[in-house]
């Protein structure tokens, strides 16, 4: 893949990030959490993606983009590891309200996350500009 071609594609999910955030917000707004919780995920997901699109590296599963990103990006402390552990939790809670019947999300939980997935999303908005 050329290089605009990786940044495009990084600019692509980069936005599909943001969009999530807010919609993550809305949904909040309205009491929807397993939602909110959902596209809170997706803008933490989408962002890892649009990293990793500028080494020109996507995986089928969720697992794969998490381990690479987690690889290449935290190890090596160009991200804070503080990082890892929003990853971890906005990954158990999509997946509890998804998939677990009568899984609960306290209104708490969903507002950190929230809060933790803005801070994910800043922190790769501002890689983004220096590369």
Known sequence: MEHETKKELSAYRFESAAECIAAAKVLFSIESYKGAV???????????????????????????????????????????ESLSDTISEAFRLRVGGDYEDYYVIS???VADLITDAEVFVQAVKEYLATV
């Open 107 to 109: 209104k708490d939980e």
């Open 38 to 80: 959902n596209r809170a995920y997706y803008a933490v997901f989408n962002a890892m993606r649009s990293v990793l699109a500028l080494d020109g590296i996507d995986r089928k599963r969720h697992s794969g983009v998490i381990s690479e990103f987690r690889r290449l990006y935290i190890r090596t402390a160009i991200f804070d």
